[in-house]
């Protein structure tokens, strides 16, 4: 079966190469793609929604969000054009990093309902053509996970080995912390076990031993437990720690990496569902990218372009786009089954650790001054909203996530501009309760005491910014989301094409052409305040012209072939090339 996915893969990208050769020669007819070639490729045209289900909807007014709130609200999220759903951590947790601390892989946090809740959860989505992915937190467990408890009492306990030990505090022990300036180390001693243990997160998450093959065995019953309960993939945390090799002598700033577990992986949950696929989460450098991809297409289906992200900030911040296309360009050579995860925000820190000092000083200037407003010294603790504050830019970074190469992930309440509350600690400033309407505690729960304060202050309060109000207003943010989401799904191309950037003349205007099957389009971003007026070169042939998408004027080619396109301030144009 991989094989031929494999072999139909390099068919249609042969294809595409073909049809974009020929564009400016003769019409060809659309290449068929099989149906269920298509079906295991889902991920191609799609739209993932992040959601945390504790913030989500209350129903039963214990002031945690429930599994009955999100299912109330897919009809919500349906109409969002959501195909999938990607929840965060759900499992029974002292909560201590927010639910990515898990003391049971295998249930359901009371707090958040119970199976047969999660059950008719699945079922529910799955009626309205909506998947379900979930993390796999497997780099770490809970300190209170039985296995650990375990591990502790005895040298001579089966669990023991289940985890990284070191007799004497190992020389880097306060090297390669995850959330610097909070964490302190990555060995901590514990008094039952009498030795270190390594954690490269917090020390309430002890790392797990992934050369332990009785490690990876559970890692499988995991997988299979929560397949079999209609989940169609995974997002996977932190994935270049949980595949590091780590012991008491290794160096954590420069660690080998087991990169056959992705391939394992992929494989495993493969031949248990076909269409079900691996997000990762790996903040890596382009020259690492391949063994997490898989040269074959046999690793990750599809990976966070951090990278990517990091420089489309900074074109958001200083208007100029060239170090994005170049970002873009160093992400382009992935395999063809494969696909980025393009997003504006999530549920961490925005990381800027690969731009110099120069490069974030400038995102800072501009969207984070305050050291409240950072973290890690790397990266900025706000929302979109309220870090961009200008609905013009706003709009415009969704119409660029909608029409980046790659698939589109949106954080939950980011498609009404919710604000964040800079009040708590590090990331939880963006993981407040979802704003649904003017009532009570923004509609989220009934209860006195959430589990989280709604933001009911400033601009961003619950009274100004809620689901209910903006879909009465159909210039609203959610609207404009909305409509940005339908497109996409109407442009195939972005997902299954060839891409490449145009050169505008101009260093605020991105260009990006997309051709697919013998159809093209061209996507237009100003990054500057002013209006921009240059002239466009998307070799086209002979009576060729520029349909926009999205008010439906044209524009004809002049004699050189050449179009004059001009965009209003932080303006942007979808635009199909039609004869």
């Known amino acids: 079966m991989k094989k031929v996915i494999f072999l139909l893969s390099l068919f249609l990208f042969a294809a595409c190469q073909n049809n974009k050769t020929e564009t400016s020669q003769k019409e060809t007819p659309p290449v068929p793609v099989p149906t269920d070639f298509i079906q295991q490729l889902w991920y191609k045209n799609s739209l993932i929604y992040s959601v945390d289900v504790e913030v989500f909807k209350d129903t039963d007014g214990n002031g945690y ?46 707090n958040l309902g119970s199976e047969a809740d999660f059950d008719e959860f699945v079922r529910q989505a799955h009626q309205r053509g909506i998947r379900v992915l979930m993390d796999l937190v497997t780099n770490h467990t809970s300190d209170q996970h039985p296995w650990f408890q375990q591990a502790i009492q005895s ?36 008094e039952k076990a009498g030795e270190y243990y390594y954690h490269r997160f917090y020390e309430s998450q002890p790392d797990l031993n992934t050369q332990n093959p009785a490690v990876l065995q559970e890692m499988r019953k ?39 577990m992705i391939a394992q992986l992929h494989q495993y949950i493969q031949w248990h569902k076909s269409d079900a696929i691996l997000l990762g989460e790996a903040n890596v450098d382009p ?119 790659g698939t589109p992930v949106i954080r939950y309440g980011e498609e009404i501009g919710m604000g964040d509350d800079l009040k708590l600690p590090e990331r939880m400033s963006v993981r407040t309760p979802m704003q649904w309407s003017g009532a009570q505690n923004a509609g989220f729960s009934t209860t006195a005491k959430t589990v989280r304060p709604v933001i009911s202050q400033g601009p961003y309060a619950y009274s100004k910014v809620n689901v209910a109000q903006q879909l009465a207003d159909s210039s609203s943010l959610l609207n ?56 466009l070169d998307p070799e086209t042939k002979n009576g060729q012209t520029l349909v926009s998408l999205l008010d439906k004027t044209e524009s004809k080619a002049e004699n050189d072939g050449k179009f004059t396109v001009q965009l209003r301030g932080y303006g942007y144009n979808w635009y199909r090339l039609t004869k």
């Open 65 to 110: 969000g429930d599994f009955k709130g999100i299912t109330q609200q897919l009809d919500y999220l349906k109409s969002l054009g959501v195909d999938a759903i990607w929840l965060a951590p759900f499992q029974p947790t002292p909560n201590k990093d927010d639910g990515y601390d898990i003391s049971d892989f295998y249930g359901i946090d009371k």
């Open 155 to 190: 040298k001579s306990s089966p669990y023991r080995s289940w985890y990284v030990w070191s007799k004497e505090r190992p020389e880097k022990w306060d090297r390669g912390m995850v959330f610097p300036g909070v964490q302190k180390a990555v060995w901590t001693f514990n």
């Open 222 to 260: 995991i997988v299979r437990h929560w397949l079999d309960k209609g989940i169609s993939g995974f997002r996977v945390d932190a994935v270049p720690f949980l595949i590091e090799v780590a012991n008491a002598d290794f160096d954590p700033d420069a660690p080998e990496h087991q990169f056959d």
């Open 287 to 405: 020259k690492e990218q391949e063994p997490y991809f898989g040269k074959d297409g046999q690793g990750m289906q599809t990976m966070f372009n951090f990278f990517a992200n990091q420089h489309l900030f900074y074109a958001l911040a200083t208007g100029e786009v060239q170090l994005l296309a170049k970002s873009l360009e160093d992400t382009k050579d992935i395999p063809p089954t494969a696909q980025w995860a393009q997003f504006l925000r999530n549920h961490d820190e925005i990381d800027l650790g690969r731009l110099s000092d120069e490069e974030r000083n400038k995102i800072y200037a501009k969207m984070g001054p305050d050291t409240n407003m950072q973290l890690y010294d790397r990266g900025i603790r706000r929302r979109l909203a309220p870090m961009l504050g200008n609905r013009q830019l706003i709009d415009l970074a969704y119409s660029l996530l909608f029409s980046l190469p």
């Open 480 to 535: 404009t989301v909305k409509t940005l989401s339908r497109l996409r799904k109407s442009c195939p191309e972005i997902g299954w094409g060839e891409w490449e950037i145009l050169d505008t003349g101009s260093p605020n205007v991105l260009a990006i052409r997309y051709d697919w099957q013998g159809q093209s389009l061209l996507m237009l971003h100003n990054f500057k305040p002013g209006e921009q007026k240059f002239r």
